[in-house]
Structures are given as structure tokens and as C-alpha cells.
């Protein structure tokens, strides 16, 4: 955009000005009266976006380029005359209302308010252009905004068509048909539930409803709790706070402590202390692989050794309704196989989702991503500071970190996004019943009222992510009630737990 004058034209301009205001000051006093008795001129605020709606800019599309993270730029060309009428209209605004000394308000030389403001005029004059030309550029090509458009650039000389370029992160259009989200074939992982695994998990009740007694002679043996201090240092002896804990009790040191730590416990008596190297392993920013050494301080404060409970008809009692460790073991077999459907269905799911990513390709909206990506960092932040821990404390690398939950993101956003799709070409809704019925299911399961729990969504601002997750919900059970799917048997089945 051109609007730079030659040193020679802004001096020329600037005697011209001096002129024009001298002249301006035989002229005021009579103006005065005049002024004075002139009626206002009326500009309601609402007649001018009555006008704004319906004015239109005919433009050119000359050029459209497709940007990473769904953002397209369009380069258009509009006749000089849709934009010098505004530029006139900007001045003759400015004569009315500027004051500039030796004329009275509204009497200044249009020439004079046109030397004195015409820079920002210019740039006020693309400013209108541009709105109007997003405005009729979103509906003739039927666009989504994902977040206001931009001007990315702006071409202006006298006379001829101005260009401007607007940049805009749009919904993708998802070329997306019956065949493609319908008989998608995968194949899922089946887990029988056997005797075995049932005995798995009532072991693992059995142990949940342990009691610890304190063990007042001897040395820590393999599978007893204890009790300790503990001081975390990294290779340049900065405490790790998230690591650094006092009087904390370990039921089973090996399940939360690093091997070297549970291995040096062995044998250690109560009121011993040492100090053990933990090598980690992690990825230079290079990516090279790399190792750090953290020094655990340790202090045994207490040994305790675990008292199972007895398997019989008393534990199946105190553990819940059951009458004996037959109706137990029922339930234990009845849960687990609840949730191996649910988790073969998730799985499907996955799969399915996979190949719809792979088979309809389209770019994630960046602000989409970028917004998806900090609530993952922000859920994890505080799932470790409930632990105690930082992101810090994981020992991966901050870049690798962001750059795996950039791909979680761009995942779930395309999920989502072939969700609302399927959607839309199914005429899935979600009716107010649906809501009432999940909100009613929601208020049993936390053994409040209907109406509180409404309330509460509705003061958090999640009734409408409410509905979302409904809608996704009964998307999803149309992709999978569609699906062709196949079942391989593990070979090994996991443990599995009861939720």
C-alpha cells in the first residue's frame, strides 16, 4: 500500500496547509453563528448496521491458497470505485467532525482534512472494504469461520483495483459418503474371562482390604510395606519437590518406586539411611538417547508387614452385599465381563476411527488443535499434582512431550470433526429427552437431584458439551452397530480390574 509522499510533496503540502488554515481564521467568526443555529444531523447507530448488512463489494477471486491447520488465503481484486466512494465518504465524515485551527467545526477545506488525515483515511477505507468482502466471501462460498478472518495484505494505488488477500481458518469441508463410515471391517482383541482370572481379582481385593502390622525387629524384606523420608536430587543437585516426600507409606515399594531404590530397602533396618543413583533414560534435543542420574536420599522410618484377610464367607460379607465367596466370585465374573465388552467396543471404535482419519484426509483447524493440545497438558499438570508431581518429573523431553500431544490432538480433532459429519449426513440429533434421561443417570450416580445437577452444568457452562458428548455417543453407536467386526482370542489375558 502506496501512501508514502516524497519529502518535496509533504513540504509542498504543508505550505498549502498554512494557507488554508490562514485563510480559515477571517472566516470563523461569522461561521460562528451559523454553526450555532445549524440543526444536528442524525446517525442512529442502528441505520448504519441496517446499511453495513446490506452493502455489498463486488470482488474478483483471484487467487485461493490452501495453508497448513485449515487456513486458506483468498486474494481478491475490487474496482478502485468501491473503494475511493468509501475513501470519500471517510473524508466528508471527517470534515463534519474534526476540529482543525482557524475553522470553525465542519467548515474546514475537504483539501485541507485530506492532506491532514488522508493516511489513516487510506487505511480506515480498506478497513470497511475488508469486513464486507469477508462477510459475502463466507457465504457465496459457504465457509465456516473457525476464528475471525485476517488481513493478510492490502494493495492500494490510485486508479487502479486494489487487491487484498484475507486469511481464514475454516471448518474443512469432509468429503465423506454412506460407504465410507458404513461395513468398515476391523479386528478387535477378545479376553476370556477364566477362573484364573477372577482369582486375579478377588487377590487383588484380598489386598486392597489388607491391614499392616508394624514390624518392630528385623530387616525389610521383600514384600513389606514401609514407611519413609525421602529426598530427591537431580545430576546437578537441584531437589525434585514432586519426588521429595516425608512419612510417606508404601504398601508395595516396587509398584512406585524405582528398582534400584526397592533393591537397596532390602535389608535395611529401621532408622537406616542411603543414598541411591536412578539412571533415567531420555532424548537430547537432538534426538539422540541420552541418560540423567537422580540421587534418592532415603530415610526408613517404619517397617510393616501385610495381613491378608481369610478368603471365606466373612470377607465375601464385609467387602459387600454378597452372602458368601460364591455370590463374590459371581460378581467378580459378572463385572469383568461387562467390562471386556465395553473395552472390545472401545477398541473397535479406535480402529474404526483410525481408518476414517486415514481414509477421508483432511487438515485439523490449528486454533482447534492448539486449544485441544493445552486442555491435555492442563488435565495432566493436574493428575501428576495430585501425585505430587510435575511434567517436569516424567523424564521425556519438553519438545517430544508437545509434540505427542500435538498428534493426540490433531487425532481427536479430526474425530470429532468426521463425528459431526456422520452427524449430519445420518440427521442424528439430540433431543431434550436425551438430556433429561443423562442428567437423570448423572444425578443417581452422585445421589443428588435432577435439577442440581442441571443447574450445576448450566452455571459451569457444559450443557452444550453435554449435548455434544451425547451426540458423539450415538454417532459412535451407529459406526459400530455398522461395523464388520472380528475377534482374535489373547493368548494372555491382562489383569484386569474392577472400576
Given amino acids: 500500500m502506496a501512501e508514502d509522499r516524497p519529502k518535496d510533496e509533504e513540504q509542498e503540502s504543508s505550505t498549502e496547509e498554512k494557507e488554508l488554515a490562514a485563510d480559515g481564521q477571517e472566516e470563523r467568526a461569522e461561521e460562528a453563528s451559523e454553526d450555532a443555529a445549524a440543526p444536528a444531523e442524525e446517525a ?49 465524515d471527517l470534515r463534519k467532525s474534526v476540529i482543525i485551527e482557524g475553522f470553525r467545526r465542519g ?53 487502479k483495483p486494489i487487491e487484498l488477500t484475507i486469511s481464514m481458518e475454516v471448518r474443512p469441508k469432509i468429503k465423506l459418503t454412506e460407504q465410507d463410515y458404513k461395513a468398515i471391517a476391523v479386528n478387535v482383541e477378545q479376553r476370556k474371562i477364566t477362573d484364573e482370572t ?53 504398601k508395595e515399594p516396587s509398584r512406585s518406586l524405582p528398582k534400584p531404590v526397592c533393591e537397596a530397602l532390602v535389608d535395611m533396618k529401621k532408622g537406616d539411611k542411603t543414598e541411591v543413583k536412578v539412571e533415567r533414560e531420555r532424548k537430547t534435543p537432538k534426538g539422540e538417547i541420552g541418560s540423567r542420574h537422580d540421587t534418592y536420599s532415603l530415610a526408613l522410618k517404619e517397617i510393616k508387614v501385610m495381613q491378608l484377610p481369610t478368603l471365606d464367607g466373612e470377607f465375601a460379607k464385609d467387602v459387600g452385599d454378597f452372602q458368601n465367596l460364591t455370590e463374590l466370585r459371581a460378581h467378580i465374573n459378572s463385572s469383568l465381563e461387562k467390562q471386556e465388552v465395553e473395552r472390545q467396543r472401545s477398541e473397535a471404535l479406535s480402529n474404526i476411527y483410525e481408518h476414517l482419519i486415514t481414509k477421508v484426509p483432511f487438515d485439523a483447524p490449528a486454533s482447534l488443535v492448539a486449544a485441544y493440545q493445552i486442555g491435555m497438558i492442563r488435565e495432566d499438570s493436574e493428575r501428576l499434582a495430585r501425585m505430587g508431581l510435575k511434567l517436569s518429573d516424567l523424564g521425556e ?48 450416580l452422585a445421589n443428588r437431584k435432577p435439577l442440581a445437577i442441571r443447574a450445576r452444568l448450566e452455571a459451569e457452562k457444559r450443557l452444550d458439551m453435554l449435548k455434544d458428548d451425547l451426540l ?27 472400576s
Fill in 472 to 498: 458423539n455417543e450415538k454417532v459412535a453407536q451407529v459406526l459400530f452397530s455398522n461395523a464388520n467386526v472380528s475377534y482374535t482370542t489373547a493368548e494372555h489375558n491382562p489383569r484386569e480390574t474392577i
Fill in 198 to 250: 477372577v482369582d486375579q481379582q478377588l487377590e487383588q481385593i484380598r489386598r486392597a482390604n489388607a491391614t499392616y502390622d508394624v514390624k518392630k525387629r528385623g530387616k525389610v524384606k521383600e514384600g513389606d510395606a514401609v514407611v519413609l523420608d525421602i529426598r530427591v536430587r537431580d545430576e546437578h543437585g537441584r531437589e525434585i519437590s514432586g519426588l521429595t516426600k516425608t512419612d510417606v507409606f508404601f
Fill in 397 to 444: 523431553e519438553t519438545k517430544e512431550y508437545l509434540q505427542r500431544k500435538a498428534e493426540d490432538s490433531i487425532r481427536l480433532v479430526k474425530t470429532l470433526l468426521l463425528l459431526g459429519e456422520i452427524a449430519r449426513l445420518e440427521k442424528i440429533e439430540v433431543t431434550d429427552e436425551d438430556v433429561d434421561k443423562e442428567i437423570e443417570r448423572m444425578a443417581a
Fill in 44 to 92: 442512529p447507530e442502528a441505520a448504519e448496521e441496517a446499511k453495513e448488512e446490506e452493502e455489498k463489494v463486488p470482488f474478483e477471486i483471484v487467487e485461493t491458497t490452501n495453508q497448513p491447520g485449515s487456513v486458506v488465503d483468498y486474494k481478491l481484486r475490487i474496482a478502485y470505485e468501491e473503494y475511493d466512494k468509501r475513501l470519500s465518504d471517510i473524508f466528508e
Fill in 107 to 159: 467548515k474546514a477545506p475537504l483539501k485541507l482534512v485530506k492532506i491532514r488525515y488522508g493516511k489513516d483515511a487510506r487505511r480506515d477505507a480498506v478497513d470497511k472494504v475488508f469486513p464486507l468482502c469477508v462477510n459475502q466471501l463466507v457465504k457465496e462460498q459457504e465457509l465456516t469461520p473457525i476464528k475471525d478472518p485476517t488481513l493478510k495484505s492490502s494493495q492500494v494505488e490510485e486508479g
